[in-house]
């Protein structure tokens, strides 16, 4: 398996209905590395990281979200190293403040 790292922010009904918590949960239970935070513009953005089958499983669970939340669409792109060092220190995944 492929170590891979993916940006995903996501769009619709995302903030106030537990998004960033169920990002943590899920990516904790696939063992992933990464981060994820509420954007002011009102989407949700993660970064994910970790072998590639597990790593598009996450992002296609991040299309239908928590049972509140409303998905309208998933913007999926490369991420970076440096994107993934914004998590906290010595933690695995991070939940970051919002930008």
Do not use: K
């Not at 922010?9 to 169920?22: K, L, S």
């Not at 989407?43 to 998905?71: D, K, L, N, Q």
């Amino acid at each position: 398996m492929t170590d891979t790292i993916r940006h995903v922010v996501i769009r619709g009904r995302v903030q106030g209905v537990g998004y960033r918590a169920w990002v943590e949960h899920q990516a904790r239970l696939r063992q992933l590395e990464g981060w994820v935070r509420n954007r002011r513009g009102g989407s949700v953005e993660a970064v994910f990281a970790g072998p590639e089958a597990v790593t598009a499983g996450m992002i296609a669970a991040c299309e239908h979200g928590p049972s509140a939340a409303r998905v309208d669409a998933v913007d999926n792109d490369a991420g970076t190293p440096d994107l993934l060092n914004l998590r906290g220190a010595g933690e695995r995944f991070s939940v970051l403040p919002t930008v």
